[in-house]
């Protein structure tokens, strides 16, 4: 192939960050919007210039950055958070992998690696820094770095599942693996079960056999199916279990605040407060404990956006609105 020369091969520890919510604000408040773009453009720019990195695609609500070691990437994602941790706070989540790639004179730069790291990071939630197992092996004997196992992800042109990690540390946030699968961008693998079964193909005779044992297995259903005053039951799907978050929103002079859009984690729980401030969400049970990040919407523009951790019933119970500009 020519033009090779022109490249440079090395390995890279590949950084990808996306601002959280950032469509919804942008829909209700451009101005916001643009102001968290540019916090967070800045933020990326200052702490990959001060791990020994290069900022190599800045596409407003995201980045690519690559940096020279795993424990640099890791922690140059940790300051990258603390610092759009602080007020006005922009919520990000972080995707970090380690491979080679290809560098083009003019500073562009490609390779399977850098698409996996895009992946790893569309399962994260805000406030998380999710790495594969190869960084997570360079960084595992690191005291100042807490780590824990998401789970085991199928990514579109990989092999295998890989094993991704999370930053464990105080304030950090970690996603559940049912949140990493409902969030992230993987292969889906029912298609390509299906299609093996399609293309095997089985004798005739078979199908003769499997009659008698097909009879004993539908007898034995309508067996199960009905209670002893022989009524049918009703078979259906589990339902996760739901639990019920109530408090109240009021103005920063304590007065009722009616009308508020409160959301969770970006439309995974959503209520509107009536006219005393009171309002309800319904969360699965295993949020219980975790960390998310509430917003609270007043008037069609965002009006407070930060991270709690859902640790008893009185968390939400009295919400206070910033004052209005």
Known sequence: ????????RKLAAILFTDMVGYTAVMQRDEMLA???????????????????????????????????????????????????????????????????ILEEENGKVHGDGINIASRIETLGVAGAILFSKEVYNKIKNQPEFKTVLVGSFPFKNVEEPMDIYAIANEGFSVPTSQEALSAGK???????????????????????????VLIGVIYLFNRAGKNPEGNSSV????????????GRVVHFDSRPAAGVI???????????????????????????????????????????????????????????LKPEE
């Open 1 to 8: 192939m020519q033009g090779l020369d022109r490249y440079t």
């Open 34 to 100: 643009i102001q968290m773009q540019k916090r967070h453009q800045a933020a990326v720019d200052s702490c990959v210039k001060r791990f020994g990195g290069e900022v190599k695609n800045d596409m407003g609500d995201g980045s690519m950055s690559i940096l020279p070691s795993a424990i640099q990437v890791i922690k140059c994602a940790m300051a990258i958070q603390e610092e759009l941790r602080k007020e006005p706070r922009v919520n990000i989540r972080v995707g970090i992998h380690i491979a080679d």
């Open 186 to 212: 993987l292969k889906k693998q029912d298609g390509t079960l299906t299609a093996e079964v399609k293309n095997k193909s089985y004798s005739p005779w078979w199908w003769l056999l499997l009659i008698p």
């Open 235 to 246: 078979l259906s799907e589990p339902k996760p279990e739901l639990q019920s978050w109530t």
């Open 262 to 320: 409160l959301d969770i984690n970006a439309g995974v729980a959503r209520d509107t407060t009536g006219p005393e401030g009171q309002f309800e969400l319904l969360l699965p049970t295993h949020y219980q404990g975790q960390q998310i990040t509430l917003s609270l919407f007043y008037r069609d523009k965002l009006n407070l956006s930060h991270e709690i951790r859902l640790s008893g019933p009185e968390v939400l119970k009295t919400l206070k």
